[in-house]
């Protein structure tokens, strides 16, 4: 299977987890598929009352220059360590 069939697919199956994840994955995850879909952050960092906000907009910020195939590859093996965990 591809890596994009995997990444499709790790986007279902997380979706099937029947506990919520740390925050700390969830920022993870959604600093990944980012990552892998949009490549580096160059958006605004959002102001100083969007805490939510700055917080996910640091997460992505953190994994500037890595390859999107990169991050497709670890936003697949978190969601299997997520489905192991919380599944």
Not at 20 to 42: C, E, H, V, W
């Amino acid at each position: 299977m591809s890596i994009d069939n995997q990444f499709a697919q790790a986007q279902v199956d997380v979706k099937t987890l029947t506990k919520r994840p740390t925050d700390a994955q969830l920022l993870d995850l959604y600093a990944l598929f980012k990552q892998a879909t949009d490549g580096d952050n160059d958006t605004k960092k959002p102001g100083m009352f969007d805490i939510k906000g700055q917080f996910k907009w640091n997460a992505w910020k953190n994994k500037a220059g890595m390859s999107k195939d990169a991050a497709k590859q670890k936003y697949i093996d978190l969601v299997s360590e997520l489905l192991k965990a919380y599944a």
